[in-house]
């Protein structure tokens, strides 16, 4: 529909005046018109409640309205907000055309209120924004300072270990000299003060004393030794068959004079009585034997020390009952802590051998279990798999895998070679030997091998040199190195040795058929 | 109990047999040393320590391999004392190492 001249005049009639009276009524718009020599000629109803007191016909607009001075009435404004006489915050439009100019005002103290608050907000949020910059940096000064502490604490813990393991195997070759010749002597010395009265006896008996003493300083700095292995995850554990009741009765011979000097009882039970042959690392088993129940005797000043064993479906459970101080309940946990002790007990000892004690048994995939009551006693109960070793011999020709490899030896001892050899040719391995590392190189290059054992000391040519030859040629073939001292121990450099296992002598045969199976693709 | 082959068990006599042989080693070492430690010729005793050195590991690689780990074990801390040129430690310990060798060589014949 087209928009007549007859629609144009309703709506200029009607509409626009109910929507300039709408405008008036909501809004607040007042008004002052002015001709071009700045006289009032009109205005609103509302402009005095904007504060303008004094608007009135033919007064000059400058002289009551002070934004207008200076104002060119021939041309059209707009101001910014304006604050009135009233306080209240105004918009101002002035329209000119050739006969007036019409001055409006429209309330906007909504309008400022809203922009104050969008003002304030952004202040906030800025401020807001600039702490979280503060925190943020000082998180990473923090990050950066936690950081350098770690570093510098795996630094010192590194610098304790290789401490300890230095310092107690500097210990370790002395005392094992002063035990094997205090041995030597009190041997000796029996024989030929056996035929002496007891009075003269105390010879041997202060020998005994030496050689027990030694033998205890010996274990503490062992102790140290294995601490700095368990930070390197160095400790092996080395399964063999072994007599659960031998390894039992040695344990109660060794402990068994520490009990009469305390005047402690010692007992032991077991459901086995026949020699019972498991698969399992006997000195590994000694060392928690010997551990736990040294402990027990040592925090029992009286009563007794009750061992008990038991094997069942290739499980070996121990139970260490003693009658002594007992632990109190917030040291439970700690005393499972390297260097910890208990306050006040007066117990000599280095607080490692507990440590240590349940990091085999969890190597050997058991676990430690401790429960105390103080005053009463202390139990400490472990389980470990035993197999019986029967059944387990069966099964371990089948668990070694395949033996049809054809390796090449390169040993110049004829001694370890003939053992290798022979060892070897009895479990079905098709085996040839090198003297030296010369020979080996050149029977690499005539032949092929699945796998090669080469020794590192050799005359004429080395292990280094014989690896680094055959290398230049075969990098298929895997090497694996066996020599009589660990790797750290080798006075030649061996950083570039490019040996795919290392294996430290007395070596079995069994050991070399893993790594062969788990080399040879 | 052994469960070793009766080559392998022939093997551990012939080499049970070698401890004279082994012995005499041990005790020539120790000598050569004593004689260079009085003289106080550190040089000397710097090559002696190392052919002492490569004598004692073989050992430790055939005495662990035939399972005397006790000598084996002497043998590795003799090398130890060498690297940290403790010449009266070296002495006392092939010392005992040679009583040791004998020990095993007087319990096995009887």
Excluded at chain 1, 344 to 368: N, P, V, W, Y
Excluded at chain 1, 478 to 490: C, F, I, N, R, Y
Aim: glycine share 4%; net charge negative.
């Amino acid at each position: 529909m087209k928009w007549g001249n007859r629609h144009k005049q309703v709506v200029s009639d009607v509409v626009l005046d109910k929507i300039n009276q709408h405008v008036f009524d909501r809004h607040q718009l007042a008004y002052i018109c002015v001709d071009h020599s700045s006289k009032i000629i009109e205005y609103s109803e509302n402009i005095h409640s904007y504060g303008f007191d004094n608007v009135s016909v033919g007064t000059d607009v400058t002289d009551v309205v002070d934004f207008m001075v200076g104002a060119d009435t021939r041309h059209s404004l707009e101001l910014p907000m304006m604050a009135t006489p009233s306080g209240t915050t105004v918009t101002v439009n002035m329209l000119a055309d050739d006969e007036c100019m019409t001055i409006l005002m429209l309330d906007a103290s909504t309008q400022m209120q809203y922009r104050s608050k969008l003002q304030q907000a952004a202040n906030e949020n800025e401020l807001l924004v600039d702490q979280q910059q503060k925190l943020m940096r000082k998180l990473e000064v923090a990050s950066d300072e936690l950081q350098q502490k770690n570093l510098q604490l795996q630094e010192a813990n590194r610098l304790q270990t290789s401490f300890l393991s230095g310092v107690s195997h500097e210990f370790r070759t002395p005392l094992t000299s002063i035990i094997g010749y205090t041995d030597l002597v009190k041997k000796n010395l029996s024989a030929s003060e056996a035929q002496k009265n007891s009075s003269e006896n105390y010879n041997v008996d202060h020998l005994r004393a030496a050689n027990r003493s030694s033998k205890h300083l010996l274990s503490l700095v062992e102790n140290l030794l294995d601490h700095g292995k368990l930070n390197s995850n160095e400790i092996v554990v080395r399964p063999k068959p072994i007599d659960l009741v031998e390894v039992f009765h040695d344990v109660k011979m060794l402990i068994m004079p520490l009990c009469d000097t305390k005047g402690i009882e010692l007992f032991f039970h077991s459901d086995f009585q026949s020699p019972v042959w498991v698969l399992i690392d006997d000195s590994r088993l000694r060392q928690c034997l010997i551990n736990l129940i040294g402990n027990a005797v040592k925090f029992t000043d009286r009563g007794c020390v009750t061992v008990s064993a038991s094997w069942q479906s290739d499980v070996l459970e121990v139970s260490i009952v003693d009658t002594g101080l007992g632990i109190e309940p917030q040291d439970l946990e700690k005393i499972r802590l390297p260097f910890w002790q208990a306050e006040g007990t007066g117990k000599a000892g280095t607080g490692l051998g507990l440590t240590i004690t349940e990091r085999i048994i969890e190597l050997m995939g058991g676990e430690l279990q401790i429960n105390s009551v103080v005053g009463e006693g202390t139990s400490v109960d472990f389980s470990l798999s035993a197999p019986e070793m029967n059944r387990v011999e069966t099964e371990q020709t089948v668990s070694i895998g395949r033996t049809d490899f054809n390796i090449l030896l390169a040993e110049d001892d004829a001694d370890i070679a003939n053992l290798v050899l022979m060892l070897l040719a009895e479990n079905g391995v098709t085996v040839s030997h090198a003297k030296n590392g010369e020979i080996a190189v050149k029977m690499m290059q005539e032949n092929q091998y699945d796998l090669v054992l080469m020794d590192l000391n050799m005359p004429v040519m080395n292990g280094y040199q014989a690896i680094k030859k055959i290398r230049e040629r075969d990098t298929a073939t895997p090497v694996v190195v066996m020599s009589a001292s660990a790797l750290e121990d080798q006075r030649h450099p061996v950083a570039a040795i490019e040996c795919d296992a290392y294996l430290v002598k007395p070596v079995d045969v069994a050991d070399i058929l893993k790594i062969a199976n788990d080399l040879i693709k | 109990m052994s469960n070793d082959s009766p080559q392998i068990q022939a093997l551990r006599a012939r080499y049970r047999e070698s401890f004279p042989e082994k012995m005499a080693v041990i005790d020539g070492c120790l000598e050569n040393l004593k004689c260079l430690f009085h003289e106080g010729d550190d040089q000397a005793i710097k090559q002696e320590f190392d052919v002492i050195h490569a004598e004692l590991h073989k050992f430790a690689g055939s005495f662990g391999m035939y399972n005397y780990q006790d000598i084996a074990t002497v043998c590795r801390d003799a090398m130890t004392s060498i690297s940290s040129r403790d010449t009266q430690l070296v002495l006392d310990l092939l010392t005992k190492l040679s009583a040791m060798i004998a020990s095993h060589n007087v319990n096995e014949e009887s």
